[in-house]
């Protein structure tokens, strides 16, 4: 059974990096496309970008400028790096795997990441 | 402003039936699998229905998934008090080439 445990630091201020890293445990890593999906508080979900088995990433249009998601398969580990944050960038941050096109099978427990000065 | 339109709320007694609906263009729900997931207060998003309507292993029966044209459907028999949670629909959007989601239907069960 496929389990993601994430990590990443949940208080950046204006302008900084936001930076998390998802861990895969169980099932095998290379077979799967790997995403971030974030949710604002009280509010639903968007889609922030996927990389797939042969290592190519898609991104949001609106957040493509400042994302880039990325894996380290000797780690079974995935990274989300978002620049140049705001308050608008104030989210709850899941990673998410699965096996087909934009459905997901498992779940990260998420992180909070707050944006403020 | 999601680009799959769902309801904001519905409702209904224990053992009823509920159904939700999600509805999206030919770019999205029109020509790509719809899943559907369900967020109990506090934790994370859960698949529920993937492909339109099949179900992972351990989901009941009781929920079920359709689709025609560019809507799809949620359905949800035998209501528990259990069952109540935000519900989201998902597809992959090819004109966006970018994964979507409805904004979320609150279910109660009264």
């Known amino acids: 059974q496929v389990q993601l445990q994430q990590w990443g630091a949940g208080l950046l201020k204006p302008s900084e990096t936001l930076s998390l890293i998802c861990g895969v445990y169980?099932?095998?890593?290379?077979?799967?496309?790997w995403t971030w999906i974030r949710q604002p508080p009280g509010k639903g979900l968007e889609w922030i970008g996927e990389?797939?088995?042969?290592?190519?990433?898609i991104y949001n249009p609106s957040l493509k400028s400042r994302v880039t998601i990325s894996v380290d398969t000797s780690k079974s580990q995935f990274s989300l790096k978002l620049n140049s944050v705001t308050a608008a960038d104030t989210a709850l941050y899941y990673c998410?795997?699965?096996?087909?096109?934009?459905?997901?099978?498992?779940w990260g427990q998420g992180t909070l990441v707050t944006v403020s000065s | 402003q999601s680009v799959l339109t769902q309801p904001p709320s519905v409702s209904a007694a224990p053992g009823q039936k509920v159904t939700i609906s999600c509805s999206g263009s030919?770019?999205?729900?029109?020509?790509?699998?719809v899943s559907w997931y369900q967020q109990l207060p506090g934790t994370a998003p859960k698949l529920l229905i993937y492909?339109?309507?099949k179900r992972p292993s351990g989901i009941p029966d009781r929920f079920s998934g359709s689709k025609s044209g560019t809507s799809a459907t949620l359905g949800i028999t035998g209501l528990q008090t259990g069952d109540e949670a935000d519900y989201y629909c998902?597809?992959?959007?090819?004109?966006?080439?970018?994964?979507?989601f409805g904004g979320g239907t609150k279910l109660t069960v009264l």
């Open positions: 998410a795997g699965g096996f087909r096109v934009a459905e997901f099978d498992y």
């Open positions: 169980g099932g095998s890593f290379s077979v799967h496309s």
């Open positions: 990389i797939n088995p042969s290592g190519s990433a």
């Open positions: 030919s770019s999205d729900i029109g020509n790509n699998y």
């Open positions: 492909e339109n309507n």
């Open positions: 998902g597809t992959w959007d090819s004109s966006l080439n970018a994964g979507v």
